[in-house]
């Protein structure tokens, strides 16, 4: 499987950085299998850092090794997964250590979605139904260690 990691730099060596950052799965590593998505993520990233080129990094993992690692997988926007990045996206602990979390992406419309159910203006149920039309592209935060040590690159793409 090919999964791809959208930056201002290439990314040969992943690791696991503390940030300040409140993001869907928590800390980690992210990636998504949309080359489109990786390039989105790429030229916000260096147009944020100032004057940055946006690149693509090209990761390749054996399916078969994931197997042996904690994986919380969402496959949908539903109610367990709305909790989910609302706990971390308030900075509240969430239950369980994964090594990889899978799932949608609150992208720029679904994340004003999940930002008016967090301040109470729609219910759990108008939430879900306000982000199941949407066309939710996946991510995969990789959380530890031994996660990032499946992660083969395999190159550098200018986007």
């Known amino acids: 499987m090919?999964?791809?990691?959208g930056s201002n730099v290439e990314v040969k060596a992943p690791c696991l950085i503390p940030s300040k950052r409140l993001l869907d799965f928590g800390a980690g590593f992210y990636l998504t299998s949309d080359f489109?998505?990786?390039?989105?993520?790429?030229?916000r990233t260096a147009k944020n850092r100032?004057?940055?080129?946006?690149l693509v990094s090209v990761f390749q993992i054996e399916e078969s090794?994931?197997?042996s690692l904690d994986i919380l997988l969402f496959e949908e926007?539903?109610?367990d997964w709305l909790r989910y990045i609302?706990?971390?996206r308030i900075g509240m602990p969430t239950i369980g250590k994964f090594d990889i979390v899978i799932g949608p992406v609150a992208n720029d419309q679904a994340i004003r979605t999940v930002n008016n159910y967090m301040k109470g203006y729609f219910s759990e149920d108008i939430a879900i139904q306000l982000l199941l039309p949407q066309k939710l592209k996946d991510q995969y935060a990789f959380k530890t260690e031994r996660s990032l040590e499946i992660l083969n690159f395999m190159e550098g793409v200018e986007v």
């Open 2 to 5: 090919k999964l791809y990691h």
């Open 36 to 43: 489109e998505q990786a390039r989105k993520w790429a030229i």
């Open 50 to 54: 100032g004057g940055n080129v946006p």
């Open 65 to 67: 090794i994931m197997e």
């Open 77 to 79: 926007a539903n109610k």
């Open 86 to 88: 609302t706990a971390n």
